[in-house]
């Protein structure tokens, strides 16, 4: 079992950044790959980044390569998404997830664990 909560999430300008955390609960979560999905207002959840469990392997949406960067820390159970060069497109609901999987997913389907979402919003 791992509980995700994730932190961060907050108001900024566009062209700013802000950095998104999320704490896992549980003392194998290096075993666990780790992902980001956002939701944006009246769309579908969709994928964002991420990292595998040894924190070596990421994998990122067309929509912010280049300016988002995944990384974790397994000795504080922590995934962080450091978000650079926002703009109003990027406004949303950031969601951690987890699984006990060696792949990179990007498909909701292939997370188990979720955390309770951060906002985001991008003024212009």
């Known amino acids: 079992q791992v509980q995700l909560v994730e932190s961060g999430g907050g108001l900024v300008q566009a062209g700013g950044s802000l950095r998104l955390s999320c704490a896992a609960s549980?003392?194998?979560?290096?075993?666990?790959?780790a992902g980001w999905f956002r939701q944006a207002p009246g769309k579908e959840r969709e994928f964002v980044a991420s990292?595998?469990?040894?924190?070596?392997?990421?994998n990122y949406a067309d929509s912010v390569k280049g300016r988002f960067t995944i990384s974790r820390d397994n000795t504080k159970n922590m995934v962080y998404l450091q978000m650079n060069s926002l703009n109003p497109e990027d406004t949303a609901v950031y969601y951690c997830?987890?699984?006990?999987?060696?792949?990179?997913?990007?498909?909701?389907?292939?997370?188990?664990?979720w955390g309770q979402g951060t906002q985001v919003t991008v003024s212009s």
């Open positions: 997830a987890a699984d006990r999987i060696s792949s990179l997913p990007r498909l909701q389907a292939q997370y188990h664990y």
């Open positions: 990292i595998s469990g040894g924190g070596g392997r990421t």
């Open positions: 549980g003392r194998t979560f290096s075993y666990y790959a």
